[in-house]
């Protein structure tokens, strides 16, 4: 759902950058508690809370690359917000995913520059408002267990994309810059958006239930998870007697120092086979925004990229012929660079964090 230059005119997309540049000075504030409080859930510090928000939004940024089929010419990828909002925090997500819009638009010439504050208010905010809000609601309503976290993250993701639809059209309705009827491109994009979030919500849930699996201390959207103690007897997993449960609950959580570095490596490779490998195989067919954009005539005054020229354009190594190595070789370098400078945003957001608290504790003195 990248947005080009040239669909929504000038004045809405100044109005969508300022709104954009506003939320992400709002998600800066907000990822300053939910860093130092994952450090704490965690008990990893923020030296290593950050880095892992930092491989969420490389990790974004590979799946983003995998283009599925969803329908006759037309395939979806994944937005992202869901999972970011539920992996870090609703604000961390908003962050994370706007630096991966940031490094595809200057690096890829994927989604105008122009545009970007338009991406960023579609991609970025809506998907995690509208996910999170959905998430939290049924997490209310659902047992407390680890399958209604992945329930709900299947739901929120699910609504997610169709939401992002709807804003785009909102701001069509605003700024768009061709005459088509807005009733026909409400249900275009709703239409293949739906579809779409089918599959977000795949993705989105199997990745949170991975993670639950191996390190559910590490999942946001799962803090304070009421899990049963277990106890391994004749190679099965029972329940434990309620007099153990309540001893374990009595002492610190064993898990509570365990390394985040054997999930950050996972994590990483996965993020680096998926963009550098998997991505060849993905769906050549345009996206929703793409496919509906040509059948209705949206793009009729699409400007050619300020980074077209870029080395990088088009997820390809400019001067290396092969089309597998050139693009897995820029798959590769793009997750590495959004690696390095989503942690780097992280490192210093969750720093100012601790200079805060440090300085109310003086001052409590």
Same mark, same amino acid.
């Given at each position: ?162 939401? @992002? ?61 009421? @899990? ?125 964090? @601790? ?11």
């Amino acid at each position: 759902m990248h947005v080009p230059d040239g669909f929504i005119d000038a004045p809405v997309s100044i109005a969508a950058g300022v709104a954009a540049a506003g939320a992400v000075a709002v998600s800066l504030r907000g990822a300053r508690r939910e860093l130092g409080g994952a450090s704490q859930a965690a008990g990893s510090g923020g030296e290593k809370a950050a880095p892992l928000a930092g491989l969420v939004a490389a990790f974004i940024f590979a799946v983003q690359m995998l283009n599925f089929p969803v329908a006759a010419g037309t395939s979806g990828h994944l937005l992202g917000g869901a999972l970011a909002a539920i992996l870090v925090g609703p604000y961390t997500g908003v962050l994370c995913v706007s630096v991966v819009l940031l490094m595809q638009g200057v690096l890829f010439a994927d989604g105008g520059l122009t545009a970007l504050g338009v991406n960023v208010m579609n991609m970025a905010v809506v998907t995690v408002v509208v996910a999170y809000a959905v998430f939290r609601g049924l997490l209310k309503l659902l047992p407390d267990t680890r399958r209604s976290v992945t329930v709900a993250a299947f739901a929120g993701a699910l609504l997610s994309v169709p939401g @992002a639809a709807v804003m785009f059209t909102l701001l069509y309705a605003l700024g768009g810059t061709t005459d088509v009827p807005l009733g026909k491109v409400l249900t275009a994009m709703v239409g293949v958006h739906v579809l779409i979030g089918i599959g977000e919500a795949a993705i989105t849930a199997a990745t949170v239930g991975a993670v639950l699996a191996v390190r559910p201390d590490l999942v946001h959207g799962a803090r304070g998870l009421a @899990a049963p103690l277990k106890l391994r007897i004749g190679g099965e997993l029972v329940d434990a007697p309620a007099a153990a449960a309540a001893a374990a609950a009595a002492v610190p959580a064993a898990g509570a120092a365990r390394s985040t570095k054997p999930v950050w490596i996972t994590g990483l490779a996965a993020a680096l086979v998926l963009a550098g490998f998997v991505s060849f195989y993905a769906s050549a067919s345009p996206d929703g925004l793409e496919k509906v954009a040509a059948d209705k005539g949206i793009d009729q005054n699409v400007k050619e990229h300020a980074a077209a020229d870029s080395p990088l354009a088009d997820y390809s190594v400019k001067d290396v012929g092969d089309a597998r190595l050139s693009g897995g070789l820029a798959g590769v370098i793009g997750v590495g660079a959004t690696a390095a400078v989503a942690a780097g945003i992280f490192w210093t957001v969750r720093r100012r964090r @601790a200079q805060d608290l440090t300085a109310a504790s003086t001052s409590a003195v």
